[in-house]
């Protein structure tokens, strides 16, 4: 019988849209990986640069997009451990839950310029085989993967989806649609909870 595959999808997915999709759907064919775990960031402890949304909106909504495949599921390993993710302990609880199958890491070229920064690095090698994925705005070139093991690292060429996070939290902010940039539940979710709204301006009593 051979070795089941499992791909992993790190995220923030505040919120999760289609280009996050895409890539792991993409990759699943790609490897003819069994399932594509899906696993939403802890909460730092300290804000970063910015207030992430509750984890318990941003693994729901991850569900929410994801039900409908067979082969996607989703994971809270990172949000019940608590406190900022480190992708070692990512793979370290993985391996534990999926005993001898091969894990595929993946990650879009943004993240993949970042991985011999990333804590452990030479030990997350050996624990999973890492998938980058192309993203626009983000090339990657010889120097990229410059430093990094060539067997353990594949590229992949995805459709280009020119969609971030970022870009539909302040499109909610501003007022403007994400219809067709992140799955219709997702939208409807962010408006009943009315996520990536700026906080209402207080009005000064004394003016
Ligand atoms: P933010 O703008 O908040 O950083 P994001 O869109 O980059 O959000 P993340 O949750 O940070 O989304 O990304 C999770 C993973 O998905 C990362 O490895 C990232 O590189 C990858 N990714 C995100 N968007 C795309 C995209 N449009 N195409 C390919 N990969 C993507
Ligand atoms: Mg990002």
Known sequence: MSRRR?????????????????????????????????????????????????????YLMTVIATAANPRFNVSRVDIDRGGPTYTIDTLRDLTALHPGADLYFITGADAIAALLTWR?????????????????????????????????????EIPALAISSTDCRQRVARDEPVWYLVPDGVVQYIGKHDLYRLPPTTEDPSS
């Open 6 to 58: 499992v791909g992993i999808m790190g995220g923030t997915f505040d919120p999760i849209h289609h280009g996050h999709l895409v890539a792991a759907s993409e990759v699943q064919a790609w490897f003819d990986l069994d399932e594509v775990v899906f696993v939403p960031t802890g909460q730092p402890w300290q804000k970063a640069d910015r207030d992430v949304s509750p984890a318990e909106d941003r």
């Open 120 to 156: 452990n690095h030479e030990e997350l090698f050996g624990l999973a085989h890492f998938v980058g994925v192309t993203r626009p705005g983000h090339e990657m070139d010889d120097t990229t993967l410059k430093g990094l093991p060539e067997d353990r690292i594949t590229i992949v």
